[in-house]
């Protein structure tokens, strides 16, 4: 290919792993102008001037706290507390639930819908106390010790950084505030991080079970071949073009590709994203909008590049640095090491939420993963399957709480 047809290729292969993470597709006929001209007006809005509690949770009438914890590598992250219906003469009881978003998202995506729909408000009516994380790099965990975010050296982890320090310290934080193991729920790279860990014996012996919404381990199936290629693009050109950096899908650049592919009478981007992430059965338009206003979030082109390795080998290993020199020198072997997801201690209890739309944790790469788990015996692996979900249903569907929810609470009622 020459060199500008392989830019071109480049960026529409970011424009497809943004659309197949984010997973927000509406039925075409649904209030297409309004997101169409939020999604590309809101392009370089800037952040809200307080803190999540005060923007999302307060507002319904719940109590929230913030919290930030510094992980071992120095990001200084935010994270919510939610501490829930008090349970007799307080709070002190409550089981802690760890909610951890996917990429290009953060904690706000699950806090879009009404509270009688929203995760963390059910949980917290049922009496748990929430706590929600934001990965470093998104909007509230921005901070770290010595580097700043304009730095290229602040962008120089992929989600092997996020099995090894964020979620321990996310972990720690909430099992010594509270003096419990928690329940842990996952969504989409969420889910990823939490099972190489589990893999790793990492936590285990801080998690009362996990729930695991749109799993995402083998990406092998993910749908047509034309991810597949994007994927193969991306991993190859990425670093060269862009370096260790943010990756920032409200960014000029990828802002200006969108708006020019989608103006052009010829192509419909709905169709385009329908194609490729499946499409969500149950979003409330106002939702999506609110969800445009406040995501995509940014990340680092290293965890794209991981991430897209994964659609491309097939199996689930740390960051390949494509050399075996650098490979070598970083885990003393050719390759990089893999996550064996059958060394999940099989006493952790798994709850896993997977749906028939979802092209990007699709039935397929779920069946693997449920394979690799198989000694998992009962109740400490229990799948519930919705036919008409797709990627973002999970965690903003209108009925995900008598879909999806109220099976979760019970799983863990009974962890
Ligand atoms: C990223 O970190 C690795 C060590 O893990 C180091 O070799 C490399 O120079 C760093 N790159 C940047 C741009 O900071
Ligand atoms: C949690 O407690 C342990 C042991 O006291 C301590 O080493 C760790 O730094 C604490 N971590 C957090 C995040 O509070
Ligand atoms: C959709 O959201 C709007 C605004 O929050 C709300 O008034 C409406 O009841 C919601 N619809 C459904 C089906 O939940
Ligand atoms: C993964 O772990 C399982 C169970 O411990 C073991 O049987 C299998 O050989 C391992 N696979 C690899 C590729 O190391």
Known sequence: MDLHLQRGFFRWSIMMIIFMFVG??????????????????????????????????????????????????????????????SSGGGQVNNQPVLLQHGVFMDGVTWLLNSPQQSLPFILA??????????????????????????????WNWSWDELVDYELPATFDLVFNQTGQKLHYVGHSLGTLIALASFSEG??????????????????????????????????????????VAEFNPKGKEVAHFLNALCNNPGIDCYDIMSLITGTNCCLNVSTVDLFLKNEPQPTSTKNLVHLAQTVRDGIVSKFNYG???????????????????????????????????????????????????????????????IKDYAHADFIMGVNAKEMVYDALIAFFKRH
């Open 323 to 385: 050399i075996e020199a650098r490979n070598l020198e970083h885990y003393g072997e050719d390759m990089p090491p893999i996550y064996n997801l059958s060394n999940i201690p099989s006493n952790v209890p798994l709850f896993f939420g997977y749906g028939g739309k979802d092209a990007l944790a699709d039935v397929g790469d779920v069946g693997l993963l449920l394979d690799k788990l198989k000694f998992h015996e009962g109740d400490d692996l229990t799948t519930v399957f």
């Open 202 to 243: 990492k936590l285990v012996d801080k998690v009362r079970s996990a729930a695991l919404l749109s799993p995402i381990a083998y990406l092998s199936h993910m749908t047509s071949a034309i991810i597949v290629l994007a994927a193969k693009a991306f991993v190859g050109e990425i670093i060269e073009l862009m370096g």
């Open 24 to 85: 927000v597709v509406i039925k075409p006929n649904e209030a297409l102008s309004s997101n169409r001209r939020i999604l590309f007006d809101s392009v370089l809005a800037p952040p809200p001037p307080v803190g999540i509690c005060e923007s999302f949770v307060i507002i319904h009438g719940y109590q929230c706290q913030e919290f930030h914890v510094k992980t071992e590598d120095g990001y200084v992250l935010n994270i919510q507390r939610i501490p829930g219906r």
């Open 125 to 154: 009516d049922t009496g748990f106390d929430v706590w929600i994380a934001n990965t470093r790099g998104t909007r509230f965990s921005r901070q770290h010790v010595s580097l700043d975010a304009t730095q290229s050296a602040f």
